[in-house]
Structure formats: C-alpha cells, structure tokens
C-alpha cells in the first residue's frame, strides 16, 4: 500500500476489486452508463473501475475455466501449463519499454505508465483461432488512452508488442519452437479502436499470471492469439511489424486474424466455435463476423478483401 505522502503507487495499488458481485445492479436502470463502483482503497488510491456499454450480456465463463484453460506457451504448450507453471513469474516489479515514433519513449514503470487510465469492466466475448470461445469480464483501459499519453508520431501506422523473455522463469522457452519473445501487432486504426483494451485483471481482481499478468492485450473481434500477454515492449512502428504465428505458419494465421466464419483455417472450419465450460452434450454454436462486434469494426476494413487480408 502507498506509504504516507508517497504518491508512488505499486501494482498491487493499482488494480481494484470492482464491485463485480454488482455489477448487474449497477448496469440495470436508467443511470447504468453513468454507473461507477468506487473501490475500496484509501483516499491516496481510491480508484473506480466503471461498467462499460461495450460489455457483452453473454453470460461469463466461471473464474476456474479462464484460469485453469490457457494458451500462454512460455508456460508451455499443454491447455494446463500455464495454471501449473505461471505461478513462479514474478510480475513486481515491471517495467515497459515504449520506443519507435513516439513523443515519449522511455522505460516505464508500470504503475507509472498506467496510472491515469480510466479503468473499465469489459466483458468480452473471446475466440480462439482453435476454435474454443469463452465470455470474459476484463478489467482493462482503452489501448489509446496509453498511446494517446506517450504521443504517436505522425509517421506510425503500426503498433508492435512483445512479451517478456525469462526463460528461468517461463519454463515453455527452453523450447525453441517458438522464436522469442512472443510478438503481436495491430495497426493503429486498430489499436485507437475503442474496443482495443489493455487488461490488467479480470473478474475485479488483478490479473492472474496465467492470463498475462501484470498487462495483456485484449482485441475482442480477433482470434485469441492476437491477444499478446506479459507486455514488456510496445513499438509504434511504420510498417507492419513481425508477429509469432504469422512467422510460425503464414499460410495459416495471417497478420489481422479477424474472427470470421467465412474464411476457413486451412486444416479446419471457423463457422462455429465451442464455448468452453458448456458441457459435453452442449452443442457447437455459430461464429459470429468480428467475433459478434461487426457493427463496432467492420469499417476499419472498409475496402478490404478479407479472404485475403486473413
Ligand atoms: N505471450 C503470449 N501471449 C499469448 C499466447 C502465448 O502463447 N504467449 N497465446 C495466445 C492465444 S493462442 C490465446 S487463445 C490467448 C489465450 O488467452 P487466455 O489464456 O487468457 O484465455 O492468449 C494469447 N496470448
Ligand atoms: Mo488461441
């Protein structure tokens, strides 16, 4: 906790228990957008994580399946790797690396280059390109209240991101099947996108390590890959940066990656999806265009050939 007049916050400072158990309270009536849950913390910290009108009603995943089913192969490449492993990451203290065209570049502490962002409950519905979905309440802020505080040069179009390298501590990078770190990369209309959240806990509560703890991206219209954890770097570059899978399998995971049914993974369908934690007798359900955020995004690729721009 903040010591006597030290503004300097830690993590743990920082991320708030938003009052999730209310959250169906808060959203319900007229005042639901102007809603805030105040999170208790002292005076010198309080913080409010506020409910957010791109929230999905989708009813969430339960906390044991996002937490104990993961992709995060630093930890390993097995669904369970990361709840088993992921434990040993230290994530304070973490520091970020901002360069490329920006006004501000520098190395971050984390706390610091987060602490002015309005946090938000979003619940998002998330698919990965595997084709297993679930519902997520996120605890996040928008990617471009972070891009906009480090100021974008005019000369940048894209953003790269890549996660930590800490082999003794991230047991999956002995592999070398992987070429590390983990890279992803939006282009900036994407990365500004409203929607394009940086998550730092999820169900009022900070981030699990096997979900990308202490930071991670969220692109909720994307496939799940596109969603890199454990952020160390964040480069605002001219051209379109290298990302893990596309350089992994080009013919297969192609730099957008946007959700859609119509275009089929070369060795498998992406018309439906099964929702994790539903039951064996379930059923698969439908995948939605952009991941069922069609109205939100499909103008940012307004005269794109998607089966080709995969
Ligand atoms: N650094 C890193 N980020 C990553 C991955 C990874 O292996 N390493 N896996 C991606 C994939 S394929 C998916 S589906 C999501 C899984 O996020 P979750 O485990 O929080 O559901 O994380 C993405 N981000
Ligand atoms: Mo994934």
């Given at each position: 906790?903040?010591?006597?007049?030290?503004?300097?916050?830690?993590?743990?400072?920082?991320?708030p228990r938003p009052?999730?158990?209310?959250?169906?309270?808060?959203v319900?009536?007229?005042a639901?957008?102007?809603?805030?849950?105040?999170?208790?913390?002292?005076?010198?910290?309080?913080?409010?994580?506020?409910?957010?009108?791109y929230?999905?009603?989708?009813?969430?995943?339960?906390?044991?399946?996002?937490?104990a089913?993961?992709?995060?192969?630093?930890?390993?490449?097995?669904k369970?790797?990361?709840?088993?492993?992921?434990s040993?990451?230290?994530?304070d203290?973490w520091?970020?690396?901002?360069d490329?065209?920006?006004?501000?570049?520098?190395?971050?502490d984390?706390?610091?280059?987060?602490?002015?962002?309005?946090?938000?409950?979003?619940?998002?519905r998330?698919?990965?390109v595997?084709?297993?979905?679930?519902?997520?309440?996120?605890?996040?802020?928008?990617?471009?209240?972070?891009?906009?505080?480090?100021?974008?040069?005019?000369?940048a179009?894209?953003?790269?991101?890549?996660?930590?390298?800490?082999?003794?501590?991230?047991p999956?990078q002995?592999?070398r099947?992987?070429?590390?770190?983990?890279?992803?990369?939006?282009?900036?209309?994407?990365?500004m996108?409203?929607?394009?959240?940086m998550?730092t806990g999820?169900?009022?509560?900070p981030m699990p390590?096997?979900?990308?703890a202490p930071?991670?991206?969220v692109?909720?219209?994307?496939?799940?890959?596109?969603?890199?954890?454990?952020?160390?770097?964040?480069?605002l570059?001219?051209?379109?940066?290298?990302?893990?899978w596309?350089m992994?399998?080009?013919?297969?995971?192609?730099?957008?990656?946007?959700v859609n049914p119509?275009?089929?993974?070369?060795?498998?369908?992406?018309?439906?999806e099964?929702r994790?934690?539903?039951?064996?007798?379930?059923?698969?359900?439908?995948?939605?265009?952009?991941n069922?955020?069609?109205?939100?995004?499909?103008?940012?690729?307004?005269?794109?050939?998607l089966?080709?721009?995969?």
């Amino acid at each position: 906790m903040p010591r006597n007049n030290d503004t300097t916050l830690r993590w743990s400072d920082v991320t708030p228990r938003p009052l999730w158990l209310n959250r169906r309270q808060l959203v319900t009536g007229a005042a639901a957008l102007a809603a805030t849950a105040t999170v208790a913390l002292p005076a010198s910290a309080r913080i409010e994580a506020t409910a957010s009108r791109y929230s999905t009603d989708a009813e969430p995943n339960s906390l044991s399946d996002i937490t104990a089913y993961n992709n995060f192969y630093e930890f390993g490449t097995g669904k369970e790797d990361p709840a088993r492993y992921a434990s040993g990451l230290t994530i304070d203290p973490w520091s970020v690396v901002v360069d490329g065209l920006v006004e501000k570049p520098g190395t971050y502490d984390l706390a610091d280059l987060v602490k002015d962002q309005p946090l938000e409950e979003r619940i998002y519905r998330f698919r990965c390109v595997e084709a297993w979905s679930m519902v997520i309440p996120w605890i996040g802020f928008e990617l471009a209240g972070l891009l906009n505080r480090v100021g974008v040069q005019s000369g940048a179009k894209f953003v790269a991101f890549e996660t930590l390298v800490r082999p003794e501590e991230m047991p999956g990078q002995s592999s070398r099947f992987i070429e590390w770190p983990y890279r992803e990369g939006l282009r900036l209309d994407e990365a500004m996108h409203p929607l394009t959240i940086m998550a730092t806990g999820l169900y009022g509560e900070p981030m699990p390590n096997q979900n990308g703890a202490p930071m991670r991206l969220v692109v909720p219209w994307k496939y799940g890959f596109k969603s890199i954890k454990s952020i160390v770097r964040i480069s605002l570059v001219a051209e379109m940066p290298p990302t893990t899978w596309n350089m992994l399998q080009p013919s297969e995971y192609g730099f957008y990656a946007n959700v859609n049914p119509t275009v089929d993974h070369p060795r498998w369908s992406q018309a439906s999806e099964r929702r994790v934690g539903s039951g064996l007798f379930a059923g698969r359900e439908d995948t939605l265009m952009f991941n069922g955020y069609e109205a939100e995004v499909a103008s940012l690729y307004a005269g794109q050939d998607l089966a080709v721009d995969y």
